[in-house]
Structure formats: structure tokens, C-alpha cells
Nanobody, 124 residues
Framework: QVQLVESGGGLVQAGGSLRLSCAASGRTFSLYAVGWFRQAPGKEREFVAGVRWSGSGTYYADSAKGRFTISRDNAKNTVYLQMNGLKPEDTAVHYC?????????????????WGQGTQVTVSS
């Protein structure tokens, strides 16, 4: 069983930065792939970034490439999402999710564990 808790969201001006954290409980968390998703009001949940259990493989949505960086520290059971150059369209609740096995990073149903989400609001 894995429990996930996100933190680090907040209100920031366009062009600013935030670092989201996803803290996990569970001894086997280091073996799970982790993804960050976001959901804006009235929109579907969308994939933002993902990282393999080893940290060596990272994946990004086109909207995140060049601006966001995902990383993990398995010793701390934590995955991070560094977000730079934030835009108003990044405003959403951001969720982290974990999966024992991934076939499609973009598909939310591939992930078996979800956090409660953290709000990111970017003002123009």
C-alpha cells in the first residue's frame, strides 16, 4: 500500500516558479513509477510529467517540456516537480500518482495510487 501527500502549491505570478513535493509512505515506494497530473476546472485530468522508479527515465507532456523538471529522492520517499516559467494556463489542482507498472504514462487509470492534490494558481 502506498499513500501520497502533495505539498508546495500556491499562488504565483506568471513567470514565477514553484516546487511541488510528493511524499510517500510505504517501504516499496522506491519501486513505483510516479507521475504528476493536473486538472483545471471543467477540464479532464492531464499528464504533466513522470519518472521511473530508478529516476533514470523521465517523461514530459509537451506543455511541460523545457519548463518543468521531475526528480525523485528514494531515500526520502519523495518525488519533486520543479516548475519554472509558470503561465496562467498552468493553473490547476496538481496530483501525484504512483504505479507498480506503467504501460502508458499519459493514462490516469494506469496509476493505482493518488494523492489529494495541491492547488497551483498562476496570476497574469
Amino acid at each position: 500500500q502506498v499513500q501520497l501527500v502533495e505539498s508546495g502549491g500556491g499562488l504565483v505570478q506568471a513567470g514565477g516558479s514553484l516546487r511541488l513535493s510528493c511524499a510517500a509512505s510505504g517501504r516499496t515506494f522506491s519501486l513505483y513509477a510516479v507521475g504528476w497530473f493536473r486538472q483545471a476546472p471543467g477540464k479532464e485530468r492531464e499528464f504533466v510529467a513522470g519518472v521511473r522508479w530508478s529516476g533514470s527515465g523521465t517523461y514530459y507532456a509537451d506543455s511541460a517540456k523545457g519548463r518543468f523538471t521531475i526528480s525523485r529522492d528514494n531515500a526520502k520517499n519523495t518525488v519533486y516537480l520543479q516548475m519554472n516559467g509558470l503561465k496562467p494556463e498552468d493553473t490547476a489542482v496538481h496530483y501525484c500518482a504512483a504505479a507498480a507498472a506503467i504501460t502508458n504514462w499519459y493514462r490516469a487509470r494506469d496509476y493505482g495510487y493518488w494523492g489529494q492534490g495541491t492547488q497551483v494558481t498562476v496570476s497574469s
